[in-house]
């Protein structure tokens, strides 16, 4: 028997029912990589972790999405500290390197896996507003390729409005929003123009298009797309989420002075139970 609990991260004023859910398997010893695959599958979750001991963290998580394993991701990250430190700040040990977690009541807070490694986008600024359903004049700033943990690409857009009217194209967004690294295509739309900023996040999954409620590994990615365009530190945001999903989401991000990037976010527990793998 295996025990596991379900949370929900990123969630909105207290409701248990907001944020993007989680599986977390509190120990993991003696599950194979393909136990933990086929558990994820089952969940069906965006993500599922499972912890084990580890020798210079408080733990070691791996993350598992229905389809592959992640180095890092960030609301299976603050979910599984909640788990993990019972309410008390930790450290994590993930395949993108050791993650600092504190802890203020329900709300968590991650210190990114690394520095942000970006790279240039090879595809036109219209050739990325066609990808995901608007006009070139929507795209604002430079697009980038950022890795704090995971790649993803981040997308200025104008206006709130625009970003909640996208309808990304399947092809398009798989031609022009593939990464090599995570053998994925995806598309991280940020806009600024009001508080909170609007974001969006789509991804491809057996040939379709699907859109996450929270993406804490993105929040991250922003801060560092704002460290690698200049922004003016330090900066604090609070972002929403999920919107479109009808899982609305509100992500907190922290760019310090010294670079360093911060997401944080309410963890609220929902349920338990066990899987019988015998």
Same mark, same amino acid.
């Given at each position: 028997?295996?025990?596991?609990?379900?949370?929900?991260?990123?969630?909105?004023?207290?409701?248990?029912?907001?944020?993007?859910?989680?599986?977390?398997?509190?120990?993991?010893?003696?599950?194979?990589?393909?136990?933990?695959?086929?558990?994820?599958?089952?969940?069906?979750?965006?993500?599922?972790?499972?912890?084990?001991?580890?020798?210079?963290?408080?733990?070691?998580?791996?993350?598992?999405?229905?389809?592959?394993?992640?180095?890092?991701?960030?609301?299976?990250?603050?979910?599984?500290?909640?788990?993990?430190?019972?309410?008390?700040?930790?450290?994590?040990?993930?395949?993108?390197?050791? /993650?600092?977690?504190?802890?203020?009541? $329900? =709300?968590?807070?991650?210190?990114?896996?690394? +520095?942000? #490694? %970006? *790279?240039?986008?090879?595809?036109?600024?219209?050739?990325?507003?066609?990808?995901?359903?608007?006009?070139?004049?929507?795209? /604002?700033?430079?697009?980038?390729?950022? $890795? =704090?943990?995971?790649?993803?690409?981040?997308? +200025?857009? #104008? %206006? *709130?409005?625009?970003?909640?009217?996208?309808?990304?194209?399947?092809?398009?967004?798989?031609?022009?929003?593939?990464?090599?690294?995570?053998?994925?295509?995806?598309?991280?739309?940020?806009?600024?123009?009001?508080?909170?900023?609007?974001?969006?996040?789509?991804?491809?999954?057996?040939?379709?298009?699907?859109?996450?409620?929270?993406?804490?590994?993105?929040?991250?990615?922003?801060?560092?797309?704002?460290?690698?365009?200049?922004?003016?530190?330090?900066?604090?945001?609070?972002?929403?989420?999920?919107?479109?999903?009808?899982?609305?989401?509100?992500?907190?991000?922290?760019?310090?002075?010294?670079?360093?990037?911060?997401?944080?976010?309410?963890?609220?527990?929902?349920?338990?139970?066990?899987?019988?793998?015998?």
């Amino acid at each position: 028997m295996r025990s596991f609990v379900l949370l929900n991260v990123f969630v909105v004023e207290g409701d248990r029912f907001s944020g993007n859910p989680l599986c977390v398997f509190s120990d993991a010893r003696g599950l194979t990589d393909d136990d933990m695959q086929q558990l994820a599958r089952q969940f069906n979750l965006s993500e599922t972790t499972f912890v084990l001991p580890s020798a210079s963290a408080d733990a070691r998580v791996r993350i598992f999405t229905p389809g592959f394993e992640m180095p890092f991701a960030g609301h299976p990250t603050l979910g599984t500290a909640h788990v993990v430190g019972a309410g008390s700040s930790c450290a994590l040990e993930m395949i993108a390197g050791r /993650v600092e977690v504190v802890a203020d009541g $329900n =709300t968590y807070t991650l210190r990114a896996a690394k +520095p942000p #490694a %970006t *790279r240039p986008v090879d595809a036109t600024r219209a050739e990325l507003a066609a990808m995901v359903g608007l006009p070139a004049e929507a795209i /604002v700033g430079e697009p980038l390729w950022v $890795n =704090t943990g995971v790649e993803q690409l981040v997308i +200025p857009i #104008a %206006t *709130r409005a625009q970003v909640m009217s996208a309808k990304p194209v399947l092809s398009l967004i798989e031609r022009h929003g593939f990464s090599e690294s995570r053998q994925e295509a995806m598309a991280y739309l940020v806009a600024r123009d009001g508080d909170p900023w609007t974001v969006r996040f789509f991804f491809t999954s057996n040939g379709a298009v699907l859109e996450d409620p929270a993406t804490g590994s993105a929040c991250a990615n922003l801060g560092g797309y704002l460290l690698a365009t200049g922004a003016t530190l330090p900066i604090r945001a609070t972002l929403t989420q999920g919107e479109a999903v009808h899982r609305i989401s509100k992500l907190g991000l922290h760019v310090a002075e010294d670079r360093s990037i911060f997401v944080s976010g309410e963890v609220r527990q929902l349920g338990s139970g066990v899987v019988d793998l015998g």
